[in-house]
Every structure is written in structure tokens, then in C-alpha cells.
């Protein structure tokens, strides 16, 4: 292969290596954002169940305050009953006590009710925190690795601007101006295979005396269509023949 061609190719790889570099470290931020909304999506479902927790107390407590205050009342109707002197008011009195007994039932019954729902919040509660905890293990871990990660790009960064410099400095300047020009003005890559008669980008067909031209990789030759410089990777017999060359008609 001509050296430079040969090192342009070996120069689009390196630009080409880099380049997903650059764009895998712009993306490491998103990267750790989305582990922030995991961990703090566990924590909310934590909080909502701590939240649940909490109000089924509240309810509890007010629950427990108007039975105090029934019964409170039924205390003092069986007083009361005691000191009734007519058959009327006895009856008055045990029809007030009747029904002071049935709301203190009632609010036995939904005090009990809450109690069970209160096992089940303590449960939630307990699940959430152990989910919590073992997002945050993994978030930390993912974490280590995503730093890792950052720290072997920019160290392979840093040695491929190494090696694109020492490239560079081999490539005649002709072939490197072109290979900017080429870069400037149509998007990366610049250099790229020729593959089975087709340019491997534009995948326009090429024309087969082009083909077996770019198959020597002697000299630079540049697609008809996306201007990109072209080289050849395969095994050259295998490149198409020329087309034959039409005899004269007599």
C-alpha cells in the first residue's frame, strides 16, 4: 500500500477511535444522572410508604380520641343510670347506654382494622428500605465502573492524540491537506473502504476500471460521489475485471 495512504487510513482509524471516545464521555454524565434518578426513585417509594406509615398513626390516634370521649360518655350514663328514679327515664338511660356501647364497638373494630393496616405499612416500609439499600450498594458500584470507564477513555485519548501526532508527521503535506479538506467539507469520515465495487459509504457503484485502480492502493483516489478518499482492504483478486474495451464497429 502507498505509506500515505497507508497512514491516512491508519489516521481516519485513530480520528475515528477518538471520536467515539469524545462522544462516550459526554454521554458518562447522563450516565450518572440516571443512576441519581434510580436511586432517587427508591427513595420516594421509601418516602411514600413512610408517608402511609405516618398517616395510618394519625388516623389511629384520632380514632383513639373519639373513643375516649364515647366512652367517656358511656361512663357516665351507667352513673347517671343509677340515680334515674322513674321507669321512663331508665329506659332513656339504657337506650343512651345501648348506643354509647355499639359506637365504642365501632371504633374498637376500625382501631383493629388500622392496626392490621399498620402491619402491612410496617412491612412496606422495611421492603422499601431494604430495596433502598441494596440500590444504593448497586448505584455505588455502578458508579466505580462508570469512573473506571472515564479513566481508561481519557488515558486511550490521550494516546491516540500521541499516535495522531507521529501520524501526521509522516503524512506528506498534499496528502494530509487533502484529507482536511476532505474532513471539512463532507462529515467524518474522510477515508474509507471500497468494498465489492461500492464505496462502503455512499454505496455508490463504482466504475470497475476505478475499482481495480483503488484495489493496487498505489495512489489516492477519491469517490466520484462523496469526494472521500478510498482505499482497498479485501484480497485484491478478488476486485472486479475491467470492463472490456468495445471493438471498433467495421
Request: proline share 5%; net charge negative; charged share 35%.
Amino acid at each position: 500500500m502507498l505509506p500515505e495512504l497507508e497512514r491516512l487510513v491508519r489516521l481516519q482509524q485513530i480520528e475515528t477511535a477518538a471520536e467515539h471516545a469524545r462522544r462516550r464521555l459526554e454521554a458518562l454524565p447522563a450516565d450518572h444522572q440516571a443512576l441519581d434518578s434510580r436511586l432517587a426513585a427508591g427513595q420516594a417509594a421509601l418516602d411514600e410508604a413512610k408517608s402511609r406509615l405516618t398517616a395510618s398513626a394519625t388516623a389511629r390516634r384520632d380514632i383513639e380520641k373519639e373513643l375516649a370521649v364515647v366512652q367517656a360518655r358511656l361512663s357516665k350514663f351507667k352513673d347517671q343510670l343509677m340515680e334515674v328514679k322513674t321507669n321512663k327515664e331508665y329506659q332513656a338511660m339504657q337506650k343512651e347506654i345501648a348506643t354509647a356501647e355499639r359506637e365504642v364497638r365501632s371504633f374498637e373494630d376500625r382501631i383493629l382494622d388500622n392496626m392490621e393496616e399498620a402491619e402491612g405499612l410496617q412491612a412496606d416500609v422495611k421492603r422499601a428500605e431494604g430495596d433502598v439499600k441494596k440500590e444504593q450498594a448497586a448505584i455505588a458500584d455502578a458508579r466505580r465502573t462508570l469512573d473506571a470507564e472515564r479513566e481508561g477513555i481519557e488515558a486511550n485519548a490521550a494516546r491516540l492524540s500521541a499516535e495522531r501526532a507521529a501520524v501526521v508527521g509522516e503524512i506528506p503535506s498534499p496528502a494530509l491537506a487533502l484529507f482536511d479538506h476532505v474532513s471539512r467539507s463532507r462529515r467524518p469520515p474522510a477515508v474509507v473502504e471500497a468494498r465489492e465495487g461500492h464505496c462502503s459509504f455512499c454505496h455508490v457503484r463504482l466504475r470497475p476500471q476505478v475499482f481495480n485502480e483503488i484495489r493496487r492502493n498505489d495512489q489516492l483516489i477519491q469517490c466520484e460521489s462523496c469526494q472521500r478518499i478510498l482505499y482497498f482492504a479485501g484480497t485484491p483478486a478478488l476486485a472486479e475485471p475491467e470492463a472490456p474495451t468495445p471493438s471498433p464497429k467495421p
